[in-house]
T-cell receptor
């Protein structure tokens, strides 16, 4: 149980275009989801906390207008990288925690390459 | 966010026990100690978590020091599939505390055949 599905697993896009990444909790409801970014050989960096029905909370230094987060339902959060540039190329990972459970479940990640 | 300190890397031989240390001297009374691991090109995977008492599950054991300023993740018999980066993370209590997980650099575990 407690599966988080992330889609797509990889995407290549042209510089200047936008890319949407989906994160779904398959067998539980998640009022809160988390978005991370990971560059090669580095740790995960928390970007934002996605809250169902309200605005996301962004970590310091993360541009909210560039990384749009929508959490319209209890099972789906999306991250849109707007006007992507090569420096946005990274591994994006989402996470959620079922209510009442201690553990967090992570998606399998999305490899974004901007060319 | 309370900080943890882990060795950058550790090495083990297959089928031997592995003890992965974590220091968290600034831990607060309500912080839970979480361990996750990440295989290459995958999202992190939950390993174990605890508050004060030692914990065991099918994957590992978590030994927590009496003063809670350090903990040790124990893999009883390492396999090649255990080669990963292991992260020790402190997480605040659900009520009133921060629910976000903030990752440190972790320990890269290499398992030799």
């Amino acid at each position: 149980g407690a599966v988080v599905s992330q889609h797509p697993s990889w995407v290549i896009c042209k510089s200047g275009t936008s890319v949407k990444i989906e994160c779904r909790s398959l067998d539980f409801q998640a009022t809160t989801m988390f978005w991370y970014r990971q560059f090669p050989k580095q740790s995960l960096m928390l970007m934002a906390t996605s809250n169902e029905g309200s605005k996301a909370t962004y970590e310091q230094g993360v541009e909210k207008d560039k990384f749009l987060i929508n959490h319209a339902s209890l099972t789906l959060s999306t991250l849109t990288v707007t006007s992507a540039h090569p420096e946005d190329s990274s591994f994006y990972i989402c996470s959620a925690k079922p209510w009442g459970k201690g553990r967090y479940t992570f998606g399998s990640g999305t490899r974004l390459t901007v060319v | 966010d309370a900080k943890t300190t882990q060795p950058n890397s550790m090495e083990s031989n297959e089928e031997e026990p592995v003890h992965l240390p974590c220091n968290h001297s600034t831990i607060s009374g309500t912080d839970y100690i979480h361990w996750y691991r990440q295989l290459p090109s995958q999202g992190p995977e939950y390993v174990i978590h605890g508050l004060t008492s030692n914990v065991n599950n099918r994957m590992a054991s978590l030994a927590i020091a009496e003063d809670r300023k350090s903990s040790t993740l124990i893999l009883h018999r390492a396999t090649l599939r255990d080669a990963a980066v292991y992260y020790c993370i402190l997480r605040g209590a659900p009520q009133g505390g921060s629910e976000k997980l903030v990752f440190g650099k972790g320990t890269k575990l290499t398992v030799n055949p």
